[in-house]
């Protein structure tokens, strides 16, 4: 009989620079969690219209309110069993990584990009280099991509379902769900046996996930920016 380690509650956070498919991969997943059975909730902040983050801009400090907000709620409900999904921008690292701390069963998810995709897939990228708008994390204000992510994937090369399925990936390794409801989430494939030795978080050790030089410079060229 197999375990069932998998009923808790945890908090699936894909981050990623605007355009980077974080809100289709996330509705992806609602989908397959909520047909499998699971009390899921989804919360798309960068949606303006988003109850828990209405009304704030785009600096620093209010990014960090997003993150701050949207982060208890998730923490709240996965403490009651929830399975929570969220798609944020939270373009500063620190605030993800003291969400980690708090939530304890988190997997972050980083959607990377490359820029030349950014740009043909939103109109902001252009208007943020022409300087007809302001605040555009990777352009004149930072994105910090995270050093350790629990999933990296590049977003431009491969098709969602693959994403979403190395996403379930990590979930089975974490045993936040086990190899029946892998099953039931991907019509009945198998999950990948973890390699021996292989570290809680997969980003770290041997193989880690880093973000694209393209990114890391982006990142480089707004902070550099933001000190003139």
Known sequence: MELQPQHG???IWITG???A???TLAHHLHKRLTAAGRPVELFDADDAEQILVKGLGHGKEDRDTAV???GHVA???ARHGAVVVVAALSPYREPRE???REVRRFVEVFADCKMETLQQRSDVYRRAMAQEIQNVAGVDDPYEPPTHPDVLLHTDAERADASVLRILQALVDAKYIGPTEFGRLTGGQKPKKAAKGKPARGGKGKGAARARPGARKAAARAGARKRR
Request: a positive charge; zero cysteines.
């Open 98 to 100: 003291q969400l980690r």
């Open 21 to 23: 498919g974080k809100s």
């Open 17 to 19: 620079m605007q355009g």
């Open 9 to 11: 509650g945890f908090v």
């Open 68 to 70: 701050r907000r949207v």
């Open 75 to 77: 923490r709240l409900l």
